[in-house]
């Protein structure tokens, strides 16, 4: 079964919410701090031994511990939406493999290009997200409709 909106609930002011504050926090981490939101470097900065005791590592080590307190204190306040994912852990471990593959190849990820480089107006940027969105889709396509 493959995850659809339940549109019978679908709330659009809780996803106008959800992307105006991605979008400022992206602008305030690059008003005040200098740096992209691009969550797959911010990770991979931290996870070398050499930058773990850097000056950049308190604000990365802070912005992944706030986005994944966020998934702690979701619950607080509304139950998580459900989503149920038919397929084989094996093809959940291969698929994080190969978008993880595709981050560093792509110097970043879907975050740091689709939010933080298109609002620059990043050429490289937009190549990457047309990249990205247009295999996304045609594998949603094969998937779906021709297995």
């Known amino acids: 079964m493959p995850i659809t909106i339940d549109w019978l609930h679908f709330n659009p002011e809780n996803a106008l919410l959800g ?4 979008g400022l926090g992206a602008s305030l981490l690059l008003l005040f701090n200098g740096k992209i939101a691009g969550i797959s470097g911010i990770f991979a900065y931290l996870i070398k031994p050499k930058n773990i005791f850097s000056a950049d590592a308190a604000w990365r080590a802070l912005f992944l511990i706030g986005l994944i307190s966020a998934a702690v204190i979701y619950p607080l306040f509304s139950a998580f939406p459900t989503a149920p994912i038919a397929t084989s852990n094996g093809t959940l471990i291969v698929a994080g493999l190969l978008v993880g593959f ?3 190849m ?3 990820c879907t975050s740091g290009h689709g939010i933080c480089g298109l609002s620059r107006l990043s050429l490289r940027s937009l190549v990457a997200t047309i990249s990205f969105m247009t295999a996304g889709f045609v594998t949603t396509y ?6």
């Open 102 to 104: 595709g981050s560093r």
């Open 106 to 108: 792509g110097s970043g």
């Open 19 to 22: 992307g105006v504050m991605l």
């Open 142 to 147: 094969f998937v779906l409709h021709t297995g």
